[in-house]
């Protein structure tokens, strides 16, 4: 499917400034605001950087990109949307297999008398690890 073809089945309108954002994302895979607009910015000056982070937040909202919290504190955008771990190393982020750990931790917490009452709509895991000597 093409990049256009994607975002407009996620309900947004096709413009070549959000096909430049999503192609940018899919070369990128996880980057802070402040990359994407550099990178934006560095081959087309003429953009914004409020039109840089509308684009991304409707992204966002239309479930084509992810928030992720990096453990520096920055929030990094995650071109897979779909729920999945994390593994921060060295300040590198790396998607990890699913492995089904978001589902397994879902139904433990579910089974738990402190989430009775609630229903649980996402759970984000960021492995933080460093490199052995």
């Known amino acids: 499917m093409s990049t256009g073809a994607y975002i407009k089945r996620a309900g947004l309108k096709v413009t070549p400034q ?10 990128l895979g996880h980057s ?15 953009i914004t950087v409020s039109t840089v982070y509308r684009i991304v937040e409707s992204f966002c909202e239309a ?33 990890c297999p699913n492995l089904e750990w ?5 139904k433990c917490l579910e089974e738990n008398s ?12 960021n492995i933080i690890a460093t490199k052995k000597l």
Request: negative net charge; glycine residues 4%.
């Open 114 to 125: 402190l989430f009775q009452n609630l229903m649980i709509e996402k759970i984000s895991i």
């Open 63 to 95: 479930g084509i990109l992810s928030k992720i919290a990096n453990p520096d504190g920055k929030t990094l955008f995650d071109i897979t949307p779909t729920e999945h771990p994390h593994l921060f190393v060295n300040g590198e982020v790396v998607d």
């Open 32 to 46: 802070t605001i402040e990359d994407i607009i550099t990178r934006v910015r560095q081959e087309h000056p003429e």
């Open 102 to 106: 978001s589902e397994m931790l879902k």
């Open 18 to 27: 959000r096909i430049m954002v999503y192609e940018l994302m899919m070369e």
